[in-house]
């Protein structure tokens, strides 16, 4: 059994003129936020592994402030293969840049980590900023899972939940 954690990124500053979407930080409120989804996380053996983050300043930013909460110093691998990705393209990148290790987080944004959401846990769902999805995932390797996988739904949260 695999664990796989989905993570939106924590609330982002609005674009600045000139400014790309991609380059776009955490607000005061996101980074605020973090540190209690990283306590839950951790209290609820929840730490992972790895985690693959989009190359987004927001989902970068958003990984290395929990990476800071936690005893425990999980792989942090970045990819621009994230950056509004669809669900068949995160895919991809879990059969890519897992390392097998049985406990996976993937940062990432919408509509892309929502519509995967949704499909793993057949139910609509709309994932809020620094929403966390965490599924058990039937499979012997990263490379055999597949948006239809045997998938339950194990817990979730979001950082407005701990206000």
Known sequence: MFRLILMRHADSEWARAG???YDRSLSADGVKGI?????WMSGSDYVPSIILASGATRTRQTANVLIQQ?????V??????LYLAGPET?????HRDSCDLHSLMLIGHNPGLSYLASALADQVIQMPTAGVMVFDVSVDRWS?????S?????????????R
């Open 70 to 74: 936690w005893d425990k110093k999980p």
């Open 76 to 81: 942090l691998i970045t990819t621009d293969d």
């Open 35 to 39: 540190p209690a989804v990283a306590k």
């Open 90 to 94: 995160i895919e991809r990148v879990i």
């Open 144 to 148: 055999d899972f597949r948006i239809g």
């Open 19 to 21: 400014q790309s979407d």
């Open 150 to 162: 045997d998938v339950r739904l194990v817990d979730s949260t979001n950082s407005n939940q701990f």
